[in-house]
C-alpha cells in the first residue's frame, strides 16, 4: 500500500507541475504582450513598459518560466523591488497589486469550500437513495416519475434553474432570503440559510445525475450471478441489496464524486455568479473580464490542484475497496 500511494504521490507532483507549465505557455507565450493586453489597447507605451519592468516581463521566457516555478517554492521579489510575494506565490494581480493566492484566493475560498461541500453531501444522498429506489422499482411508476425528474435535472443549465428558483422562492414566496455567505464560526445556522438555495440548485443537477447512473449500476448489480446465490441462501433482502448489491453499484460513484467535488472546489462558476457570491468561481469570471493574467493563470493552478488531489484520494478509496487496483 505505502508503494501505491508514493507512485500516486509522484503522478500527483507531476501534473501539478504539467499543469504549471502548460498555463504558463498559454497566458505568457501565446499573447505577442501580456502587458498590453492586460492593460488594454488605450493604455500608454511608458504604462506598458512600466508593468513590462515591474514584473520581469522584458526578461528571456525561460527566466520568466524559472522565476515563475521558483516562486512556488521560496517566494519571488519583482523587478522594481516594491512588491514581493512570498511562497507559494502565484503572481500578484495586474489590476491591484495583490498577492493572488492570499490576498485573493484563500480569501474567497471559503465561499466556495462552503458551497462544494453542502451541495456534495445533498446530491450524493438524495441521488444515490432516488437510482436505488428506480432501480429496486424497475418499471413501476415511481422508477418513471424519478428518472423524468432526473432527466430534467440534467437538462436544465445551472443558471437558468438557480433565476427560477430564486425568484420564485426568494421573490414572490419569501420563503427564504437571496444567498449571502455568513461565516460559519459565527452562526452555523445562518451559513446553512443563506447558501441553501445555491446547495439546492447544484443538488438538483449533480442528484439527477447521479441517480441515472446509480440507477443502471444497481439494475446490472443485482441480475448478477452472486446476487442470486446470496437470495439462494436465504439471506434478507436488506443484506444482499445493501451488503452484495449496493457497494458493488456504488463503486464508480466514488470516481465521479471525487472529480465533481474537486471541480467545485476549484471555483463554482455558474452558481457563484448567478447567486452573487464572491468565491473562486466569480473571482475567475471577474479575472477573465479584466483581463488579469496572473489571477486567471492562478485560478486556473489551483483548480487543477483540487481536481488532481481528488484523482488521488479516489485512487486511494479504491485500492481500499479493491487491493487488486493496488497493482495497476
Known amino acids: 500500500m505505502g508503494r501505491y500511494i508514493i507512485r500516486r504521490l509522484i503522478g500527483v507532483v507531476t501534473l501539478v507541475f504539467i499543469v504549471m507549465t502548460l498555463t504558463f505557455g498559454i497566458f505568457f507565450l501565446v499573447p505577442a504582450s501580456p502587458a498590453t493586453l492586460a492593460c488594454g489597447k488605450s493604455c500608454s507605451p511608458e504604462r506598458i513598459a512600466d508593468i513590462n519592468v ?59 469550500v462552503s458551497i462544494a461541500i453542502g451541495a456534495a453531501i445533498l446530491w450524493l444522498l438524495i441521488g444515490t437513495t432516488v437510482g436505488v429506489i428506480s432501480a429496486l422499482k424497475k ?33 414572490r414566496l419569501g420563503w427564504f432570503e437571496y444567498p449571502k455567505y455568513n461565516d460559519f464560526s459565527e452562526s452555523p445556522i445562518a451559513w446553512a440559510q443563506g447558501l441553501a438555495l445555491p446547495w439546492l440548485v447544484l443538488a438538483f443537477l449533480y442528484a439527477a445525475l447521479y441517480a441515472r447512473i446509480t440507477r443502471a449500476n444497481m439494475i446490472e448489480t443485482m441480475g448478477e450471478d452472486y446476487i442470486r446465490t446470496a437470495r439462494a441462501k436465504g439471506l434478507k433482502e436488506r443484506t444482499v441489496v445493501g451488503k452484495h448489491g449496493l457497494r458493488a453499484a456504488l463503486t464508480p460513484i ?9 471541480a467545485l472546489l476549484g471555483g463554482a462558476v455558474l452558481t457563484e455568479s448567478a447567486f452573487g457570491l464572491n468565491g473562486v468561481g466569480k473571482l475567475a469570471i471577474d479575472a477573465i473580464g479584466s483581463v488579469d493574467l496572473p489571477v486567471i493563470l492562478g485560478v486556473t493552478v489551483f483548480s487543477a490542484f483540487f481536481i488532481v488531489f481528488a484523482n488521488f484520494v479516489v485512487d486511494i478509496v479504491y485500492a481500499v475497496i479493491d487491493p487488486k487496483v493496488r497493482l495497476a
Open 54 to 112: 515591474k514584473l520581469g516581463l522584458d526578461k528571456p521566457i525561460h527566466e520568466q518560466y524559472g522565476s515563475y516555478v521558483k516562486g512556488f517554492f521560496v517566494g519571488r521579489d519583482f523587478a522594481d523591488g516594491t512588491v514581493q510575494c512570498d511562497a507559494p506565490c502565484f503572481g500578484v494581480s495586474f489590476q491591484t497589486d495583490e498577492d493572488v493566492l492570499r490576498d485573493l484566493l484563500l480569501d474567497r475560498l471559503p465561499i466556495t
Open 139 to 171: 418499471g413501476t411508476g415511481i422508477d418513471k416519475s424519478a428518472m423524468a425528474l432526473a432527466l430534467g435535472g440534467v437538462s436544465l443549465p445551472v443558471y437558468l434553474t438557480a433565476l427560477v428558483i430564486s425568484t420564485i422562492i426568494c421573490g
Open 254 to 262: 466514488v470516481t465521479i464524486f471525487g472529480l465533481d467535488l474537486g
